[in-house]
């Protein structure tokens, strides 16, 4: 089992720079790629970013590449989102996510293990 415990989350105004941090426990974080998601109100889950479980490699959805970086500190067991430049539109519960494999992949059912989620309001 893998916990995941996402922080960071609040009000921002539009243009601002939150970072997400999501905790992990239980099982080796290091062996686990690692995704953050997002769900707006009255929309399906969407893929947001991954980084693998060695922090080589990184995706980004369309939606936010160039304004969000994904990194993980596997010392610290922990993997965080920094968000630039934010929208109304993402606006929306952010869940941090852990797939077994060493590299990520868009795919929700890909992920075993997820959080709870923190909730990220943009204001413009």
């Known amino acids: 089992q893998v916990q995941l415990v996402e922080s960071g989350g609040g009000l921002v105004q539009a243009g601002g720079s939150p970072r997400l941090s999501c905790a992990a426990s239980?099982?080796?974080?290091?062996?686990?790629?690692m995704g953050w998601f997002r769900q707006a109100p009255g929309k399906e889950r969407e893929f947001v970013a991954t980084?693998?479980?060695?922090?080589?490699?990184?995706f980004y959805a369309d939606s936010v590449k160039g304004r969000f970086t994904i990194s993980r500190d596997n010392a610290k067991n922990t993997v965080y989102l920094q968000m630039n430049s934010l929208k109304p539109e993402d606006t929306a519960v952010y869940y941090c996510?852990?797939?077994?494999?060493?590299?990520?992949?868009?795919?929700?059912?890909?992920?075993?293990?997820w959080g709870q989620g923190t909730q990220v309001t943009v204001s413009s």
């Open positions: 996510a852990a797939d077994k494999m060493p590299v990520g992949t868009r795919l929700a059912g890909s992920y075993e293990y």
């Open positions: 239980g099982r080796t974080f290091s062996n686990y790629a």
């Open positions: 980084i693998s479980a060695s922090g080589g490699v990184t």
